[in-house]
Nanobody, 123 residues
Framework: QVQLVESGGGLVQAGGSLRLSCAAS????????MGWFRQAPGKEREFVGY????????YYRDSVKGRFTISRDNAKNTVYLQMDSLKPEDTAVYYC????????????????WGQGTQVTVSS
């Protein structure tokens, strides 16, 4: 089991930037595929992006491509989500997740989840 704690959320104006961090402990983080998901009020949780254990493979949903960047530092047991050019529609609770299987856009492929961090983008 991997314990995950997200941080770095906050309130920013449209066009601004935030960097989210996800610190892991208690498991084999370096062997995990990591995903970022988000859930806006009244909506279902949706996939944002993933990164393989090596950091070589990355993938993002279309609406964030070119604006969001995922990275990881296995020595620090941490994965990051750099968010630039933020839009009001990016407002959501952001969750990181760890999976022992291959990278995936599906929630069911992830085994452990963080508590989430709120990101609010104002117009």
């Amino acid at each position: 089991q991997v314990q995950l704690v997200e941080s770095g959320g906050g309130l920013v104006q449209a066009g601004g930037s935030l960097r989210l961090s996800c610190a892991a402990s208690g498991g084999t983080f370096s062997a995990s595929a990591m995903g970022w998901f988000r859930q806006a009020p009244g909506k279902e949780r949706e996939f944002v992006g993933y990164i393989s254990w090596s950091g070589i493979r990355k993938y993002y949903r279309d609406s964030v491509k070119g604006r969001f960047t995922i990275s990881r530092d296995n020595a620090k047991n941490t994965v990051y989500l750099q968010m630039d050019s933020l839009k009001p529609e990016d407002t959501a609770v952001y969750y990181c997740a760890a999976g022992r299987r291959d990278v995936s856009t599906a929630e069911a492929m992830y085994d452990d989840w963080g508590q989430g961090t709120q990101v609010t983008v104002s117009s």
